[in-house]
T-cell receptor
Framework: GAGVSQSPSNKVTEKGKDVELRCDPI?????LYWYRQSLGQGLEFLIY????????KSGLPSDRFSAERTGGSVSTLTIQRTQQEDSAVYLC?????????????FGPGTRLTVL | AQSVTQLDSQVPVFEEAPVELRCNYS??????LFWYVQYPNQGLQLLLK??????LVESINGFEAEFNKSQTSFHLRKPSVHISDTAEYFC???????????????FGTGTRLLVSP
């Protein structure tokens, strides 16, 4: 079946602009995660969705970052007033239930470059 | 808070040689441990995981990792690497499930394995 997809694959924007990143999880997966992968750093957890709710958004770096999920499926990560330090690869993952023993399936990522 | 250390940012090795990629984590309580692999121009995919039971876990392509609680390590090994093993490898740990209620992964910074002929 289809895996996790993300769009766009690459995004170049100017400092101060808003961007939206999209994630389509595997069908039937209730858990959805966003991560950020910056150069020289590991993957950094941003937010976790269970269905349409976000019980853990502790990793969002500032109030410029927000995310939503609709219909228990597609999720959008929005970054307002982008800064150069927001440049990174943003990864989305989904898993069947969010259980600690689940396997998370990752999308190919969106590479964001803020000029 | 959990942390994961992958001391080697890059490991060059010749084809058919053995390799060990090191991973240490901070917590002394029960944790779940994972190795993910990212091949060039591909997304992350699970290589193997330790949840409970036997401390030695294996992947389908010949990698193995051993959970060592006393040393808080989960090193990844392969006795003979192939060119196709060239990739970036990430070690991850999940917080104890009773703390978070879901699988919250904490990743290391990754080790780039470079296999040359």
């Amino acid at each position: 079946g289809a895996g996790v997809s993300q769009s766009p694959s690459n995004k170049v924007t100017e400092k101060g602009k808003d961007v939206e990143l999209r994630c389509d999880p595997i069908s039937g997966h209730t858990a959805l995660y966003w991560y950020r992968q910056s150069l020289g750093q590991g993957l950094e957890f941003l937010i976790y969705f269970q269905g349409n709710s976000a019980p853990d958004k502790s990793g969002l770096p500032s109030d410029r970052f927000s995310a939503e999920r609709t219909g228990g499926s597609v999720s959008t990560l929005t970054i307002q007033r982008t800064q150069q330090e927001d440049s990174a690869v943003y990864l989305c993952a989904s898993s069947y239930s969010g259980s600690s023993t689940d396997t998370q399936y990752f999308g190919p990522g969106t590479r964001l470059t803020v000029l | 808070a959990q942390s994961v250390t992958q001391l080697d940012s890059q490991v060059p090795v010749f084809e058919e040689a053995p390799v060990e990629l090191r991973c240490n984590y901070s917590s002394s309580v029960s944790v779940y441990l994972f190795w993910y692999v990212q091949y060039p121009n591909q997304g992350l995919q699970l290589l193997l995981k330790y949840l409970s039971g036997s401390t030695l876990v294996e992947s389908i392509n010949g990698f193995e990792a051993e959970f060592n609680k006393s040393q808080t390590s989960f090193h990844l090994r392969k006795p003979s690497v192939h060119i196709s093993d060239t990739a970036e490898y990430f070690c991850a740990v999940s917080d104890p499930p009773m703390n978070t209620g879901f699988q919250k992964l904490v990743f290391g910074t990754g080790t780039r394995l470079l296999v040359s002929p």
